[in-house]
């Protein structure tokens, strides 16, 4: 199994453009989750999916879009780039009956 | 609110010394809590977990500790190794669907 998938692994961005993080699990997990994680600190929520079709803001949600129309991709959107959105994005999942998360290998992102 | 914090932002240990990863969590009412391990350029990965009806559990060369009266976790890795060096974030769940992480704490293994 492939587990969780991300592209592209690093990203510079100008402000103001936009770009879609991909995220695939080859798990059947239903629960998904994009984090970022910003130097030298832990892992802040942007958005979270319990399902297809299903998604829900999390701590830090604000510049960010998501949708969930399959069980194995979470795109995360980002519409208008700004510097404050430098950061690394993790995306997560896991099953319903465990709360261990699997985690991707992360995109680095860096807007100018 | 949640919050899940850590005392040491960075420890140093000697090789083949016990290494212990300290963590605070104010939420009384969580019930899960997960100790992940994070290698440089690499996403999070599980170590070990606890429930809160537990106050120990142990694994291969760890072993997690929850005094929920001071509302403390703790990760113990006996005989640490050169590939135990990472980052280790505590995370903490209230029966929700989500966690919340600490800030972690880079661990140095010297040889």
């Known amino acids: 199994n492939a587990g969780v998938t991300q592209t592209p692994k690093f990203r510079i961005l100008k402000i103001g453009q936009s770009m879609t993080l991909q995220c695939a699990q080859d798990?059947?997990?239903?629960?998904m989750y994009w984090y970022r994680q910003d130097p030298g600190m832990g892992l802040k929520l942007i958005y979270y999916?319990?399902?297809?079709?299903?998604?829900d803001k999390g701590e830090v949600p604000n510049g960010y879009n998501v949708s969930r129309s399959t069980t194995e991709d979470f795109p995360l959107r980002l519409e208008l780039a700004a510097p404050s959105q430098t950061s690394v994005y993790f995306c997560?999942?896991?099953?319903?009956?465990?709360?261990?998360?699997?985690f991707g290998q992360g995109t680095r992102l860096t807007v100018v | 609110g949640e919050s899940v914090g850590l005392h040491l932002p960075t420890l140093s240990v000697q090789e083949g010394d016990n290494s212990i990863i300290n963590c605070a969590y104010s939420?009384?009412?969580?019930?899960?809590f997960i100790w992940y391990k994070q290698e440089s350029g690499k996403g999070p990965q599980f170590i070990i977990d606890?429930?809160?009806?537990?106050d120990k559990r142990q694994g291969q060369r760890v072993t997690v500790l929850l005094n929920k009266t001071v509302k403390h976790l703790s990760l113990q890795i006996a005989a640490t190794q050169p590939g135990d060096s990472a980052v280790y974030f505590c995370?903490?769940?209230?029966?929700?669907?989500?966690?919340?992480f600490g800030p972690g704490t880079r661990l140095s293994v010297l040889p």
């Open positions: 997560a999942s896991r099953s319903g009956q465990q709360k261990e998360a699997f």
């Open positions: 798990m059947n997990h239903n629960y």
């Open positions: 999916s319990v399902g297809a079709g299903i998604t």
């Open positions: 939420n009384s009412a969580s019930d899960y």
């Open positions: 606890i429930r809160s009806n537990m």
């Open positions: 995370a903490e769940n209230n029966y929700g669907q989500n966690f919340v």
